[in-house]
């Protein structure tokens, strides 16, 4: 573990410093998935894991850009652009805003977050929906109707301790172009926390992540971090290249993927496109007044733990947060009484995935793993269009 000043719990607030103790401990002799683990008060969020669907889309112009590019090669760059452009908002915007990464509110079977986003882009919407708890699974559909794109997928999460947490995403997204009839599978990187000894958690990406499209191009990211000598934190390579020739390709693209990245033509070098999130903004999720919610909806929902938890009040937010729970064993028990399943929202369970299996075997990938994800989960337009005139 890498520590930001070499002072160990650095960041602990001196009433906490006990409890950050034993939570490293319990960590380091825990086995089995740390999901379960019960983290200190301080570094608690007051935001549910079904809402970080919304990172996905924070740039609409960026999400719905490759729908306007005629060339296939550079319409898949611009998926890479794009793709590239979602890590920060995913993986760090929150120990920016907060100091340091928080261990969010672990969803409730059919919790939902819905919003949507407005700009020169149209209107770009968002349906994220908890479709299984044992184990956690949120599925999401992201879209935009005037462009013609649509982002779905789902994905779990499996952490566990080696010197560090590390978390393995299962799951994956796909992304379809009406234009072109086209899809890009997109797979998700695995991530590890830094900072854990200082008390200033923050995630860093290892390893790597494809995204394949199913008009012949392949882009692989690389991912690397800063280590005991040298290098940058959040550092990433990547190169777009035509299906099984990963020695000959169009683009190249590098930087840190919490800040500046350029992507240059593979030949001439030349800077063809580049991203800085200090230049371009995010645009703002609207989502319905808290009041006029679904009471399954997670702001409403969560509203008076997430509370309790903004004004340090650990024990009204664990009170409150047992009723949510307790309510939930109470469904799942008359459900079982009854014979039936949770009716899902806004998504169903498929036995096969063409799309995803077509594209998977050109990245040598032939599991879906649905035995990790409690199912194989594809948005319901039929569904949909019911739930959101409701």
Not at 81 to 109: C, D, V
Request: charged letters at 25%.
């Amino acid at each position: 573990m890498t520590s930001n000043n070499g002072k160990e719990g650095a960041a602990v607030p001196a009433q906490a410093k006990s409890s950050w103790s034993s939570f490293l401990k319990s960590i380091a002799s825990f086995n089995g998935d740390l999901a379960s683990l019960t983290a200190p008060p301080f570094i608690l969020s007051a935001t549910s894991l079904v809402e970080f669907s919304s990172y996905w889309a924070e740039h609409p112009s960026i999400f719905v850009a490759p729908a306007a590019e005629k060339d296939p090669a550079k319409r898949a760059m611009l998926v890479l652009k794009w793709f590239l452009s979602t890590l920060k908002q995913q993986y760090a915007s929150r120990s920016e805003k907060l100091g340091s990464e928080k261990k969010p509110l672990n969803p409730f079977l059919g919790e939902l977050f819905l919003g949507k986003w407005e700009d020169e882009a149209g209107t770009t919407q968002l349906v994220s929906e908890q479709v299984s708890h044992h184990p956690p699974v949120t599925a999401y559909c992201i879209w935009n109707e005037k462009a013609g794109v649509r982002l779905q997928g789902y994905n779990a999460q499996k952490a566990t301790f080696s010197s560090t947490i590390n978390v393995k995403q299962i799951g994956h997204a796909i992304l379809h172009i009406d234009e072109f009839n086209e899809d890009y599978l997109i797979t998700l990187p695995s991530l590890h926390i830094e900072g854990l000894i200082t008390g200033y958690p923050y995630v860093e990406l290892n390893r790597n992540s494809y995204i394949q499209s199913s008009s012949g191009y392949t882009a692989k990211i690389d991912y690397s971090g800063k280590g005991w000598i040298s290098g940058k934190k959040n550092t990433f390579s990547a190169v777009l290249y035509p299906e099984g020739k990963e020695k000959e390709p169009i683009y190249t693209a590098d930087g840190q993927w919490t800040d500046e990245f350029t992507i240059k033509d593979a030949k001439t070098k030349k800077v063809v496109d580049q991203y800085d999130p200090k230049v371009t903004k995010t645009t703002p999720l609207t989502i319905a007044p808290i009041e006029e919610q679904d009471e399954m909806e997670s702001r409403r929902a969560w509203k008076k733990v997430a509370d309790a938890i903004l004004k340090g009040d650990t024990e009204t937010a664990g009170y409150e947060k047992s009723i949510i729970e307790n309510r939930q064993r109470e469904m799942r028990k008359q459900e079982k009484e009854e014979g039936r399943e949770w009716e899902r929202r806004f998504f169903k369970r498929v036995p096969h995935h063409k799309v995803f299996e077509g594209l998977a075997h050109k990245l040598g990938e032939q599991k879906i793993n649905e035995e990790l994800t409690n199912g194989i989960w594809l948005f319901d337009e039929e569904k949909a269009r019911k739930a959101l005139k409701a």
